[in-house]
């Protein structure tokens, strides 16, 4: 691992530790889009790898044996190949495409944001945030999932879908299901479309490249009527750029337009902004995810339990029941409510 310091228990870097994991992710992030990262799955040669791919061997050699020496993320056999070290690669890509290759060029942009925070969005690479979504798949909803079909919905609206994996999933579960998915990204919604036409659930699902704020402009009122389920992963922390008062529009807008409506919200606590309990470096992947609300300019959502509670409440939305799940490296939940 790079050079760092201990702080009360928190994992820091020093200059050079830093200066070490950039360097280390821009290289990984870069094997893994020239197709070499995936090679190293098993134990593999930088002569095998140079002979299949086209790269210079010895140039290899040295920033293989670079992550070997400052990540955990490449280990060096006894027998002198190279291979990823105890991680899932789906999840190894998902991670770098998402932070390194999405919000990467918006924190390298701050300099030119800071003065003009309304020009945040415009520095996030959608297209790779979409590559990171179809990389991870739908591993990530099978329990929403259940707790969605044991609800008896047949007609969900997915509020920021990205690749469709969760509403693909139900319509496999039920021919009787329906699922409208939207997303803000034209490449989401692509992704979205191959899912379904790959799984053979196009009379099941419709997706549609469009703003959740703008309900009345893309939802007509017989649709809406027929919509009795919502789900938003990762959706409500897009709108706390200027606190909560954003948030607390979208919950009322949600719930005037499907008065009654049971709907499941998956996010995450934020950890930069804990002030109490576990300090903030306890929680690594959500501190790299407050980072990319600060730097997209969604802002950093809530960092417990009561402060969401309370923001449902103030919107008139009824707290049913609440799962929530922690790691070593972030603590996240699913929030059953009544719009």
């Known amino acids: 691992m790079s050079r760092g310091s201990e702080d009360d228990g928190n994992r ?21 889009r020239i197709g070499l990262l995936n090679k190293l799955v098993k134990p593999n040669t930088p002569e095998n790898l140079a002979l299949e791919l086209g790269v210079d061997r010895v140039m290899l050699r ?30 190894l890509s998902f991670q770098l495409e998402k932070f390194a290759g999405a919000y990467g060029p918006a924190t390298e942009a701050i300099g030119q944001t800071l003065p003009h925070p309304d020009k945040c969005a415009n520095h996030v690479d959608r297209r790779a945030l979409a590559t990171a979504f179809s990389e991870v798949g739908s591993f990530r909803n099978s329990f929403v999932a259940d707790l969605i079909s044991a609800s008896g919905v047949r007609c969900l609206l997915d509020l920021g879908c990205g690749p469709a994996s969760l509403l693909v999933d139900l319509a496999l579960k039920n021919p ?17 479309n191959h899912a379904a036409r790959a799984a053979g659930v196009t009379r099941q699902i419709e997706i549609r490249h469009a703003d959740a704020r703008n309900l009345k402009q893309w939802l007509s ?6 919509v009795d389920g919502l789900h938003g ?11 909560e008062i954003e948030a607390v529009k979208m919950l009322r807008a949600l719930g005037q337009a499907f008065p009654g409506c049971k709907a499941w ?3 995450y606590y934020s950890s930069i902004s804990q002030r109490k309990g576990k300090r903030k470096a ?6 790299l995810q407050d980072l990319a609300q600060i730097v997209s300019g969604q802002g950093v959502p809530p960092a417990n339990a009561t402060s969401w509670r309370r923001l449902y409440k103030q919107t ?5 029941q609440v799962h929530e799940f922690e790691s070593e490296n972030i603590r996240w939940f699913i929030q059953e409510v009544t719009l």
């Open 282 to 287: 306890d929680f690594p992947l959500a501190l």
């Open 176 to 192: 009787a299901f329906y699922g409208i998915g939207i997303d803000a990204s034209a490449f989401m919604c692509r992704q979205a």
């Open 316 to 320: 008139g939305c009824r707290s049913v």
């Open 265 to 267: 919200f998956v996010d």
């Open 233 to 243: 992963s990762s959706f409500l922390n897009e709108f706390f750029g200027s606190g």
């Open 12 to 32: 820091k870097q020093d200059l050079i530790g830093a200066l070490q994991g950039y360097y280390a992710t821009i290289i990984l992030l870069q094997l893994r």
């Open 221 to 226: 009122p017989p649709l809406r009527n027929r």
């Open 62 to 91: 040295g920033l293989l044996d670079f992550l070997v020496l400052t990540t955990n993320v490449v280990r060096q056999t006894r027998q002198g190949a190279y291979q990823l070290h105890d991680l899932s690669y789906a999840e």
